[in-house]
């Protein structure tokens, strides 16, 4: 396929490499210096698009790509406040759009495993749980997009959390969210559930970035001569 990739920052790039190890073409690489060209729709021919820029530019790079035709996959954090602006537009366009707080594979069947763990954990009052993530010092959305998906799968199958929060808290229908920054961490994910006899502990961690830039082209080629809007999970068939 002709791709086109906007954000070429850490992930952009490995993007291209991941895309042109499986036989596409980059035609257009958006950043912010160059984004009127997204915005007037001089797209070289791509015929799908991967977003990884940054909270506050990925919704207006979204709306444009609805506006030229452009499936997109979005990886951007920290822009979800406008998921009901982005999901009519999609929809009042015919737009494509796969978004995701992360596209690995792995966390994917993570983000499964957290909500079957959640479902069995539910009737368990003697537990306690707590979801955990640990990023790089540069990640600009605290808690990380991930971390919420998982917080949201937990709270979707448990009965007793209601709500989350990103901070330790001793209210007992609230899910804490722990954020931890280190340097040059890709990316770990940890729900834990703790009792007064045992702990068990679920954990998901990213060796590198790859596993986001393959799962990021393989929603591409998901995308391809589709309209709608889709999760990570119909890509990977769950
Ligand atoms: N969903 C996932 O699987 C996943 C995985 C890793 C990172 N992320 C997210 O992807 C985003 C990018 O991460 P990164 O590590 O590559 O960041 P980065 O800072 O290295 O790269 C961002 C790039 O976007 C560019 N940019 C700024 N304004 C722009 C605009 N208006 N249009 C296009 N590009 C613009 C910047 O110049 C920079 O090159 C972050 O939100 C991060 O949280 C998501």
């Not at 906007?6 to 912010?32: F, P, S, T």
């Not at 306690?128 to 990023?135: D, Q, Y």
């Not at 448990?158 to 722990?178: A, F, G, P, V």
Request: some cysteine; aromatic content about 8%.
């Amino acid at each position: 396929m002709k791709l086109a990739i906007i954000g070429y920052g850490k992930m952009g790039k490995v993007i291209e490499k991941v895309a042109l190890n499986r036989g596409h073409e980059i035609v257009l690489k958006i950043d912010q210096d160059n984004v009127d060209l997204l915005q007037k729709g001089e797209l070289n021919g791509a015929e799908a698009a991967i977003e990884f820029s940054r909270p506050e530019s990925a919704v207006d790079n979204i709306l444009a790509c609805f506006q030229h035709n452009l499936p997109v996959a979005v990886g951007t954090t920290g822009w979800y406040e406008h998921w009901e602006k982005v999901k009519s537009e999609c929809e009042s366009k015919k737009g494509a759009i796969v978004a995701a707080t992360n596209f690995s594979v792995g966390v994917n069947l993570f983000f499964e495993l957290n909500k079957k763990l959640a479902e069995l954990m539910s009737k368990r009052d003697e537990y306690t749980a707590k979801v955990e993530e640990t990023h790089h010092t540069e990640k600009l959305d605290s808690p990380s997009g991930t971390a919420i998906t998982i917080a949201e799968g937990l709270i979707e199958k448990h009965s007793l959390y209601q709500n989350w929060e990103n901070q330790q808290t001793e209210k007992n229908t609230t899910l804490d969210i722990i954020s931890y920054r280190e340097a040059g961490v890709p990316g770990t994910h940890t729900v834990t559930y703790d009792s007064p006899i045992d702990q068990i502990s679920i954990s998901h961690k990213a060796k590198n970035r790859e596993g986001f830039a393959l799962g990021a082209v393989l929603a591409a080629e998901f995308l391809n001569g589709k309209t709608g809007i889709y999760q990570m999970k119909d890509v990977l068939n769950f």
